[in-house]
């Protein structure tokens, strides 16, 4: 169904307009990124990622269509129907403070920007990261190697085969840095930008037992409250919420451990009050192509009653 769903979403997606498509009552819209660059990176193998001029071409689209809002908007309207958009990017790479911020400033486009504290100041490098310099290698040695799903849990594994390859992940981290510094963060809080956090070290949840959540989410949540002390208490789930349980999310709520969660399911509305789905932007396909599709989409499981995320409990 699912499959059929999306065929017939990519087709009408052809037909209709965007200016048609916003016109369907629809969840808040919140696109995210991880980032923008115009430098081949290693971490193309993990996404889609935007050439600056690519990106500002994206925002011109969605400033066209939709009014940007700051996180606070979100709590306090989380039904609205108005027009609006919030901007996320996750992962706190470099390139969000020297790249994304300036663009966004310049543009009047508030965002988040959702972090992990044990990869900040350059001290620990995501085990995905780690492979596709791994792969990267071994592409170089005309020896591919498919890597690139490896789960936190095979960490270890990945920090063998590269010390058997010679690769030095610290001397990537010193080399090249690919994260922001405590400072950039400070930065970006007082231009105004919202801190959120992203889990410690972005383990895929349904693969770590739900304890070991609540110590991920607990944790990053009062290292950024330590950190940047953002007025609003936010927290992205790290690939996806599926698999998590609706008594977590609830609980994070109910006992105020923080006043906003998201997911990554696209444009869908939530069972769970103040938990939002957004949408990710850096996909292959060509961007407002599905971008449409997305939206029609949502039309379509209106009609059958499953424009909703529901969870088990």
Known sequence: M???????????GKLFSLDRLYSIPSPIFLP??????????????????????????????????????????????????????????????????????????????????FINPDFIDNKALFHRYKASLIFDFLQEKAEPISLLKAHYSLTPVLDEIATLLGIDFNEHLREEQPYMRIEQLEYLSKQGFTIGAHSMNHPEFWKISVDEQYRQIKDSLNWV?????????????????????????????????????????????????????????????????????????????????????????
């Open 225 to 313: 409250k330590n950190g940047v002390n953002p007025e609003i208490s936010s927290f992205s789930f790290p690939f996806t919420d599926d698999g998590v349980s609706g008594n977590t999310i609830n609980d994070l709520h109910q006992e105020k451990i923080c006043n906003l969660t998201f997911g990554t399911a696209g444009i869908k509305y939530d069972s769970i009050p103040n938990h939002f789905q957004r949408y990710p932007v850096e996909q292959e396909e060509e961007f407002e192509i599905r971008l449409k599709e997305e939206w029609i989409y949502l039309f379509l499981r209106k009609i059958i009653h499953k424009e909703t995320v529901k969870r088990a409990y």
């Open 32 to 113: 995210f990124y991880h980032i923008v660059s115009d430098r081949s990176l290693h971490y193309r193998h993990n996404y889609h990622y935007r050439g600056i001029s690519q990106f500002e071409k994206e925002l011109e689209l969605f400033l066209k269509h939709l009014k940007p809002v700051s996180l606070d908007y979100l709590l306090s309207n989380p039904n609205s129907t108005e027009k609006v958009f919030h901007l996320s990017f996750d992962d706190g790479l470099k390139e969000c403070a020297e790249i994304i911020a300036p663009i966004l400033l310049k543009k009047g486009i508030p965002a988040t920007f």
């Open 2 to 12: 699912r499959r059929i769903g999306r065929s017939l979403s990519r087709i009408a």
